[in-house]
Structures are given as structure tokens and as C-alpha cells.
């Protein structure tokens, strides 16, 4: 066989298995494919999977629609003039109807030219509303204000999952300031805290001390009532041992009656003898 048609036949194999692999494609688990043929954008997406196409001039390209996460950081001011330096970290997500426009208008990456922006602006706009220590104190609250500003400026053609605060950098200067003023209120609330349990301690004492007097003032009543009840709890309350002095009644002229531990068996004893 002549060599120039062997290397003819040879060049169009080479061209059919080139063709053959340029007229498939692959879209990866997480990505939607955006048909191009000659500059040409389809407005339909390719889903995920295997899929034919026109070979050399159409291109598949790849664009993610699953959760992407980005790093930001944003000089804002706060409203008492105070310079803040504020670091995020942005999750989001491209949706699947917005996959053509998204590569036809930004490139297939929409970071830098659509997010970072109106986040930023977000951001600035909600701390300028408060001061620096507020923005300190409640993140939180800076955070949520943060992200439903940043939501209505980039519309519906992304899905701003989340927008997390991961720092907030003062000077060094305003932290020495905040820091000063936090041990002063902390100084001050143990202040208040000392001064309310000596105020309960004292009307603790002042209700015991009522409380004694009234018990005083009851049992005082009762004996001026009960001439003989002060005697009866003598009686009660000796241990048959020690002297028993009760003091006498009126009838007996204000003497005092003496009662002595006598054994009275031992006694009777002796008078026996």
C-alpha cells in the first residue's frame, strides 16, 4: 500500500478518536454544566452525569452548585468614629436556575465581583450604627443585622446560607479603654452585691432581734399572769441532785422556799435508830 495513504488513513483515525472524545462529557456530583458552542451561551443547564455534545465547538463548563465557603475581612467604622476590623467567613451556594447566568455575567465565579462586595457594604452600614463596644458585646446581634442586609443587596441569584463574625480587631488603644471600663463595672457590681447582703444581713438581725424581744415580752406577760408558772418550771427542770430554790408567793411574806437534795430513805433510817 502506498505510504502517503497510509498516513492519510492513519490521520483520519487520529481525527475520529479525537472527535469521538470531544463529542462526550462528564458533569461532576455537586456541579451543573453550561453548554458554549462558539461563544454561544444555551440558556438551558446540563445536569449532573454523562452527556454527548458537538465536538471541537461546543465546550461544557463546570459550575458548582453545592455550599462554597469564602473568607472576607472588612475595615468598617463604628458610630463613635472608632476603626473596626471585622473578619467573616461567608457560606453560600449557587442555585441551579441561576447556574447560566451566573457564568454568563460573572465569569462562573461570583466571590469577588457580587458577594464581597454587598457583604462588605452590609457590614459597614450595620456597624456604623453602633458604637465600638456595642459591636463587641453583641456579635451576634452585628452578625444576623449583617446578613439580612447582605441577603436583600444580592438578591435571588445566590443563596447567602450564612455569615459567620470569626473576628473583630480594635485598636489597642480602645481595648485597653473597653477592658478599663469592664473592671470598673465589675468592681462596681461587687460593690452593690457587698452593700446588699450587709443591708440583708442587718434587717436579718433587726427581724431576729423583734422576733427575741416579742418571745421576751410573751413569756414576761404569761409569769406576771401565772405567778406559778416560774416555779413549775423550776420543778420540771431539776435533776433531783442539785439545790431546788423557789421563790416564794406573795402569801408567804416574799421569802424564799429552799428545797435540799435530801435522801429521804437514808434519812428515815436514822430516825429509826
Sequence with gaps: MNPAKLVGIGLVILVLVIAGSQSTYVVEPGFRGVEVTLGKVNPQFKAQGFGSKMPFITHIISIPVRQLTHALATDCYSSDLQQVAVSVRLLYRIPESSVVKIYSEYSGDPFDSLIAPRV???????????????IVKKREDIKEKSLVAAREKIGSILVLEDLVIENIVLSKELETAIESKMVQEQEAAKARFTQQKTQIEADTAIIRAKGEAEAIRVRAEAIRDNPG????????????????VVGGGAGTGGGANILLPIDIPNHAGAAGK
Design 120 to 134: 462588605q457594604e452590609a457590614v459597614k452600614e450595620v456597624t456604623a450604627l453602633q458604637n465600638a463596644e456595642t
Design 229 to 244: 408558772l416560774i416555779q413549775l418550771q423550776i420543778v420540771e427542770k431539776w435533776d433531783g441532785r442539785s439545790p431546788l
